[in-house]
């Protein structure tokens, strides 16, 4: 294991090329480090040591990438979201003890206000029309209070990426990634995907979550190989930008594949003249049926894998063929150890509970909250294992099945329904081309059934109809009592479909 950021680039050839984006000039490896020397001097120089926390907020592309890659060189990176408002800037910003702001050079928004009034210094990140993709400098907005005992470069013990977990149903909690945690993880996918210089990523996934920080632009700088950055996802631009960066797999939520679905019949030529060695799907469980029809379509194995911020993303994966992949299946333990526990006991079980994972990518623990830490970590045959919150099951060759989130199961009287299973079933209807299953409030059973779905182009059914379609199928307390059609199900802001709060969201909750 290479331990630091920094190491994990060093043995690469200057000459190789590590970042791209449309219509930009390639960024070697060569330049990449030098870019990294020069941001750390940037920072060193105001006072901005390896214990500081820079919060960052730019939009997706090739200078995120090299910002988060760069500045994790230096100090600790805090990515945030774009489209934050100012209240919650300003309490990401003080939750974190941030020490400075980065963002593009005239950004007056929502971050540069709440940054101003929380005392926090800015950092203008600037661009040469002329230089190559991700290149740039930082230029200080204003004062800085120098600190003369400015540290030296992280250490694999330092902490490289400062996450929030997306706080559904309670406070977002603090997630600290160490540099080992972050090229530990980076290089287990490396190894599980079987990356070589020879790979290219197209990355469509946004820059401020885990997903795209370490599986697309970590993993794949872990290996020499490079990245063609697109400023976000966009299902009507997608097979123009692969036509143009010709790479060899890009890696997705479900919901985005699903959309490229819809439009690879009009793209056949740019699918057949761009032939990809695998796709990659993460950070929600893939449908069955889609994992097939993207495997029919673009004529390449799909690697489901599993991946949490606490994980520094990936823990189970699929593996390449010619191993077995299962579809519905989460794949085999890809990095960490990987155990199901007792759900109300600090033991490891052998049948079906709560996912537990322990290894060298897996965080030391929440920031400043005891309470989680006492809940989510415990010690068992000599490890000290992470609860994920997923209840699975593993089979026999080692295979992970996840049978839905603890807190989204849905209790109906006394009845548990993952979500999951419902999804799995009405995904097999010829009409619909999404589905969540949700819990939907009920004064008397605590839960019900619910299902939003959007229906395929060109084809129609009922609620009744879907409803009987279930009904044939599984048992009757699992049927939806009500199904929502929509021509869109809200998404998270990294593209997941999220269950939990989706009732109120689609206004099927009355107030007292």
């Not at 791209?20 to 001097?41: C, H, I, Q």
């Not at 290219?200 to 993993?219: D, E, K, Q, W, Y």
């Not at 049926?289 to 489901?304: C, G, K």
């Not at 939003?452 to 409803?467: C, D, M, N, Q």
Request: hydrophobic share 45%; proline share 6%.
């Amino acid at each position: 294991m290479s331990g630091t950021i920094k190491a994990l680039m060093a043995n690469h050839g200057a000459d190789l090329l590590a970042i791209g984006a449309p219509d930009r000039e390639w960024l070697t490896y060569g330049g990449l480090r030098e870019l990294a020397t020069n941001v750390g001097r940037s920072l060193n120089g105001i006072g901005i040591d390896a214990k500081d926390r820079v919060a960052i907020v730019l939009p997706n592309g090739p200078e995120m990438a090299t910002a988060f890659i760069t500045i994790a060189q230096a100090a600790v990176t805090a990515p945030l979201n774009p489209a934050y408002r100012e209240e919650e800037y300003a309490f990401y910003l003080d939750d974190l003890k941030a020490k400075a702001l980065v963002v593009m050079e005239g950004d007056e928004g929502p971050a540069v206000a709440a940054a101003r009034a929380n005392g926090i210094s800015v950092l203008r990140l600037k661009i040469d029309a002329s230089s190559p993709a991700g290149h740039f400098s930082l230029e200080l907005d204003g004062e800085f209070s120098l600190n003369t005992d400015v540290v030296g470069e992280p250490t694999v013990d330092d902490i490289a990426l400062i996450l929030h977990t997306s706080g559904t149903t309670s406070r977002p909690k603090i997630v600290p990634l160490l540099q080992s945690n972050v090229t530990a993880s980076a290089e287990h996918i490396k190894e599980t995907l079987q990356l070589t210089p020879d790979d290219r990523c197209m990355n469509v996934m946004p820059l401020f979550h885990i997903h795209g920080l370490i599986a697309a632009v970590t993993a794949s700088l872990s290996a020499g190989a490079s990245i063609w950055c697109a400023p976000g996802f966009d299902a009507l631009r997608f097979f123009g930008w692969m036509k143009e960066a010709r790479p060899t797999w890009y890696t997705a939520v479900p919901t985005m594949h699903q959309a490229l679905l819809t439009r690879a019949s009009r793209n056949e030529d740019v699918i057949k003249d761009v032939p990809l060695r695998f796709l990659r799907s993460s950070s929600a469980s893939l449908p069955a049926q889609v994992m097939a029809e993207l495997v029919a379509t673009f004529s390449a194995p799909v690697i489901e894998a599993y991946g949490m911020t606490e994980a520094a993303h990936q823990m189970t994966c699929n593996p390449l063929p010619p191993r077995v992949q299962k579809p519905g299946s989460v794949g085999i333990a890809a990095g960490p150890l990987v155990r199901i526990a007792a759900e109300l006991e600090d033991t490891l079980v052998e049948d079906a509970g709560e996912v537990v994972i322990s290894g060298p990518n897996v965080t030391l623990g929440y920031e400043n909250n005891e309470e989680a830490n006492r809940s989510s970590f415990f010690m068992a045959d000599g490890h000290r294992w992470f609860r994920t919150g997923d209840r699975g099951v593993l089979d026999d060759a080692g295979y992970l099945r996840l049978t839905g989130r603890l807190k989204e199961i849905i209790n109906r009287g006394g009845e548990k329904i993952s979500p999951l299973e419902v999804d799995g079933v009405l995904m097999d209807h010829p009409a619909i081309a999404q589905v969540v299953t949700f819990a939907l409030p009920h004064p008397k059973l605590g839960e019900e059934v619910a299902a939003a779905v959007v229906l395929r182009e060109g084809i129609e059914a009922t609620e009744r109809e879907i409803r009987d379609f279930a009904a044939k199928r599984m048992a009757d307390f699992k049927v939806p009592r009500k199904v929502v059609i929509l021509d869109e199900i809200p998404k998270g802001a990294t593209g997941k479909m999220q269950r939990i709060g989706l009732a109120q969201k689609l206004g099927l909750v009355t107030s007292a």
